[in-house]
């Protein structure tokens, strides 16, 4: 699925430091899907809504089973699911952020469809049309309608299985190198990936790499083309070639 420009790429492994993590992140998934939950059965039990079932007390064993979903596996909605795909990742609001710009970042797009998707998996917010610095954000799991053509590379500066770090990144890309955007992917033996990219994609890898060679050292260190996915994988972001 990728071409290093120097050594390949050693089989990826999880640090003590990164199962820590990842336990962590999956309890704030529980956490908030249980909080959620209780949420809404108020709004049942003071009479601001007539009826409503909820996934309180299926949280962990969602969590276990969307883990460990591939691609052709299939599934009957439940109303009590409600954990099954509540976040692909989060990330911390900065000074001057706009739920509009941070969904088009990650998405590629912002549609009604997903904002909406957005509103359900936030259900902190008083209203997504207000957030402020420090308020925590969950991103929906919306596989991207479109697969990128066979013939498409992509030239990816930084990849992780973190939204945050590489949202990090993008917030900090000097505003005077090749424009980029964020590539976010699932796959079978991969996991969840995001990477921050170059917008422009080539058609061959062989160009992509030159475009590596053209760009400053501190980047082009680090960076591989994108390219040859393997099949079943899920794309969250709209995928367009330039």
Known sequence: MSVNKTAPQAEAGMTLDEVREEILRDYRIVFESREASLLGRKEVLTGK????????????????????????????????????????????????????????????TSTTRAMKRFEEVNPHLKSIDVIVEGDVLNFPAI???????????????????????IFHLLRQY??????ARIVS??????????????????????????????????????????????????FFSALTSS
């Open 49 to 108: 809504a007539k009826f409503g079932i909820f996934g309180d007390g299926k949280e962990l064993a969602q969590v276990c089973m969307a883990k460990q979903f591939r691609p052709g596996d299939w599934r009957s909605g439940y109303y009590r699911d409600m954990t099954f795909m509540f976040a692909i990742g989060q990330l911390t609001v900065q000074r001057g952020d706009v739920i509009w710009n941070l969904m088009t970042a990650l998405y590629g």
């Open 143 to 165: 596989p991207a309608a479109n697969m990128p053509p066979p013939w498409v590379s992509w030239v990816a500066l930084a990849e992780s299985g973190r939204l945050d770090e």
């Open 174 to 179: 000097p505003g005077d190198l090749p424009p």
């Open 185 to 234: 992917w699932w796959t079978g033996g991969g996991g969840l990936r995001f990477a921050l990219c170059l917008r422009q994609s080539f058609s061959d890898d062989k160009s992509a790499l030159q475009a590596v060679d053209a760009l400053p050292v501190r980047l082009s260190k680090n960076a591989k083309v994108l390219t040859r996915w393997e099949e079943g994988t899920v």
